[in-house]
């Protein structure tokens, strides 16, 4: 059966057993409910309860306004909380763009902390009950599902020392006399991370039929385990994990980036781990209606930021300060073809509306019927309509089967590209700056139509390249929020206002003044831009978050986060 066909059975039926602990109350088992006592006794059980896992991938929290409820995954929705976008609901991902972020009654650090941890406790009791199939099981089936939970456990493990640093470890099921432990060091549990993706990963097969993509393969693991180092600074561990991600010859860049986030070109050989969504199992997101213009039918909460338009470079390679072919009165011509591909840009065309942002803009055309007519711009007249000017195209499209709040558009958590910038950032890192480095970057670089960098590049030079090709490659999937933390420059590039397009027009004078870490700054002109939130950082607190008071309250072994 199709992997997204039966997680929601699975889900429904297993994973809210598996959230709680067994009581052995008066020792009776419950009768509406599976029991860890009578469970685990099938195969059929064994892959329900795996399957359960999977769903957990889909996180969202539904219960409050101000969670984390705009129902998309949230993998990538930390995007918002960053430099480079904004989310318009007053919500956890503002607040934490903002420093507001607390530990008391926050929805994304409960959350976070309470979901990774619930899908920790799946695997450890899958892990610890399985033996009682293992008799009636398919013996590969059987060594596929050890290894899937423990790659499962890794990867909330990772998100885990991402988010909170350190965490407590538990690797077995746990009574709840036993649930008051202590915070285990990060670096220790890193290395608990490492090595169940190498056991993982020995087992996991390279590739599954058709009908079970979705599934963690050899693949995902390494390409965990890459990520993983590469946040650790571990360069030697992350160069090898994504030599070794290359060395299966399986994955290769999808040829047009335009399209790779779209209908036509999901489910192709740059996807190494994917969520896997189905309308017919009510298993969909709603990122359209979150990215869509309001003619559209959509909200346009999910906001690009002038600092990323400007980010992208020009087609000769330089950036815009730098380049001969940027016109700042017409700033739209010449630039990276991945601006068009994930931002709609005044001028361009969305969802068959044309897309204009000038206060004076009151009516456009709409391509949607034959002739086109022009039609009021709610874009300009709804004062909840885009903030900034500009609104995100990527994960939304114009396919015949894009329904704006059950798409169907699987959300790549791992993506080819990623090994390849991985693998260069550690190799530049260790010092190895040899034309594989320049051949992991152009990949990426040349695939999107833009020009090869050329060699003779000093370290510094390099790493400043990667980090660049990061910025824009991977924007609107989660990875900015990560990598300003890792790399200690969240101080310099988070802080200050956020701004939109000019007021009015598009100006000669309009070029901005990029500062070291590649920001740019807008200080001679900035009145003249829309202004809709500004950013602060506290670099003493702000690079991790906050242990949630409830599990304090609960477990006053738990120590919390310097000046929270």
Known sequence: MKLKNIILAAGVFFASTLFTACDDYLERYPLDQPSDV???????????????????????????????????PFQFLFDFATDLSWDRNLNAWQLMGQGQVTAVENSLVFGAWNNAYAQIGNCNRLLAYMHRAEEVTNPQVYANIAAEARFFRAYWYHWLISLYGDVPLITEPLDPGESALPRTGKEEVYRFIVDELDAAGAVLPAEYAANERGRATRGAALALKARAALFAGDWATAAAAAKSVIDLNKYSLYPDYDKLFTY????????????????????????????????????????????????????????IDKSPLYNPEKPFENRDPRLYATIVHPGSVFLGYQFETHPDSLTIWDYNQTPARRVGNQEVTNPYATFSGYMYRKYVSSDTREFRQQSELNVMLFRYAEILLTYAEAQIELGHLDESVYAAINSVRTRAGMPAITPGKSADELRKIVRHERKVEFVFEGHRFFDIRRWKIAEHVMPGPLYGRPLREYKSKYIPRFDEYGTPRYEAYASELRMFDTRFFNPAKDYLLPIPQRERDINPNLTQNPLY
């Open 264 to 319: 036509e070109g999901q489910n192709n050989t740059e996807e190494i781990f994917t969520i896997q969504f189905s309308r017919t199992n009510q298993m969909v997101h709603e990122t359209p209606i979150h990215v869509r213009g309001r003619l559209a039918g959509g909200y346009v909460t999910k906001i690009p930021t002038q600092a990323l338009v400007d980010s992208y470079e020009c087609i000769d390679g330089l950036r």
């Open 38 to 72: 009578t469970f685990w006794s099938t195969e059929a059980e064994l892959k329900m309860a795996i399957n359960a896992v999977y769903r957990s991938l889909y996180w969202t929290d539904r219960t409050t306004a101000t969670a984390l409820n705009t129902h998309l």
